[in-house]
């Protein structure tokens, strides 16, 4: 059947049309601008702290668990050596497996000595960029099972993972159901640990050792938050050199006892050359006692000296071992032009000496926030000590 031909527009009542045209142009809306009911001004940003020069400079300060986040595969290594450290307040023996025949072992913490039979826990940190899957721990579990099952070491107290993006969802859900977790080592066992435990053989899980595994007590496999990894750091002398934030309070340093100290002997025997050369007469300890001015400086050399002694165990505390002996070349290389000029007597000499060291500007040095003058006025008596620094020369 034919179909009827269509009508073409323009013919017959084209002014009606054009009229309808028209009319719907006026009616039409005017392109509007885009929604602006639900728009709100961008706010000036505010701040939570002060600007300050040591923020300005390197920029705001990274909190340690964005930083550990970041870390590289080395990074992680020798923060992990580092946090190891701190585990020695709470263990007999921390020891560390490296390399490919670490048998699924990393930190190893002994309870006892690690000859005996008392617990021991095992660590195991893996660096990875996100949360620790299920498939990243069956090899590890893995390993776990089998050199037990080969007594090449006897079942931790505790197997806890170690991860900068700590454990993901599932794998955290399975640690809290060990059955689950045990199903799934054994569902998994083909495709992750078979031809993996060990290079020199294929490891079926089949016989005896499908039976270890059966019975085996994953109740003891668990994950150490990173944050908590954090605090434990934090005891530890390399956490502010890694992560920064400033040394904590340092303690009032000791009074010096009523009678010397052993470490007190050398210095002291030096001062006391110095006052001689000054009085022209031999003069031991208690002849200080009839010179105001000798005795005086006396008792603040011997207090300067247990300050600086004081300084040198809160930076072994706090920052890594060579820094003070760093603080103390810097004094030592700073005073040398003052050392070597001439001096009326040795009085003199420990005078100008200790004054230069305590004016030495002294700029980068990680303790400069807890350096005092008397610091630098016991350094001065270190050096004496280590024979650096004489006040009198010794003539033949």
Known sequence: MKKSPKKK????????????????????????????????????????????????????????LTRVRTFSPEQWEE?????SQSLKEDYHTVMRCGGAGDMGRDVVAFTGKPSSNKPWDNYQCKHY???????DAWLELGKLAYYTFKKNFSIPREY???????????????????????AGLIENWDKYCQEQITDASSIPLTGELRKWVQTFPFKIVSFLPVLKVIEQH?????????????????????????????????????LLKAYSDFRGCDTDQAGLASVPKLNRHFLLSRASFYSAEALKQFSRDHLPENEFARLQNEIEDGIQETYLDEHDHGYL??????????HLPITDHPLLSVLQPPDR????????DMDKLKWVEDHA
């Not at 601008?33 to 923020?55: K, V």
């Not at 923060?79 to 946090?83: G, Y």
């Not at 530890?236 to 100290?261: I, M, Q, S």
């Open 9 to 64: 527009v323009g013919s017959g009542n084209t002014s009606a049309t054009a009229k309808k045209t028209v009319k719907k142009k006026a009616t039409k809306k005017k392109a509007s601008s885009p929604q602006t009911s639900d728009l709100q001004q961008i706010p000036e940003p505010e701040t939570d702290t002060d600007a300050r020069a040591d923020r300005v400079l390197p920029g705001q300060p990274i909190p340690p």
């Open 79 to 83: 923060f992990i050596q580092e946090w």
């Open 129 to 135: 960029d996100h949360s620790l899957y299920p498939s």
């Open 160 to 182: 806890s993972f170690v991860c900068p993006h700590d454990v993901g969802t599932s794998l955290a859900r399975l640690i809290e159901e060990p059955e689950k977790l045990r």
């Open 234 to 270: 934090q005891r530890t002398r390399w956490h502010v050199h890694r992560f920064g934030g400033g040394l904590p309070d340092r303690p009032k340093p000791d009074e010096p006892p009523a009678t010397l100290g052993h470490n007190e002997l050398k210095y002291v025997a030096e």
């Open 349 to 358: 000499k420990v005078i100008e000496v200790t004054k230069a060291a305590v």
């Open 377 to 384: 006025r016991g350094i001065c008596h270190q050096l004496v």
